[in-house]
């Protein structure tokens, strides 16, 4: 009995992984991915002007940033919270990158004064 339960779980997770495959591989998941890509672009440029009233720019101000930008967004668009998390995912991941720009032009400004 045990034997067929595991069998059964390891079937439904191959049809559940192909599945996902083929929606990704679809014309609407391929849309969704190209929505989802100017929605990080559009955030993005949102965390950007953020980052300049935090008065303390560290990854905990960084993520707290990223969830309330989302957060606002989200409403505007009317977004599902499995599309809010991945958002937020993948706007936590860029920390570093947002971080070096951020003080790349902070010390841009120190200069010309």
């Given amino acids: 009995m045990e034997n067929k339960f595991k069998k059964g779980l390891i079937l439904g997770g191959l049809l559940a992984a192909g599945a996902a495959i083929g929606f990704v591989m679809s014309k609407s998941g391929q849309e969704l991915s190209e929505e989802l890509q ?26 707290t940033l990223v969830t309330t930008v989302v957060e606002e967004y989200a409403k505007k668009k009317e977004m599902a919270s499995d599309v809010k998390k991945a958002l937020v995912n993948a706007l936590e991941e860029k920390w570093q990158e947002m971080e070096a720009e951020y003080r790349s032009e902070q010390d841009e400004e120190t200069t010309k004064k």
Avoid at 41 to 63: I, M, Q
Wanted: aromatic residues 4%; glycine residues 4%; charged residues 40%.
């Fill in 38 to 63: 100017k929605d990080l672009k559009t955030l993005a440029k949102h965390l950007k002007k953020g980052l300049h009233n935090l008065e303390d720019v560290t990854k905990e101000s960084f993520d």
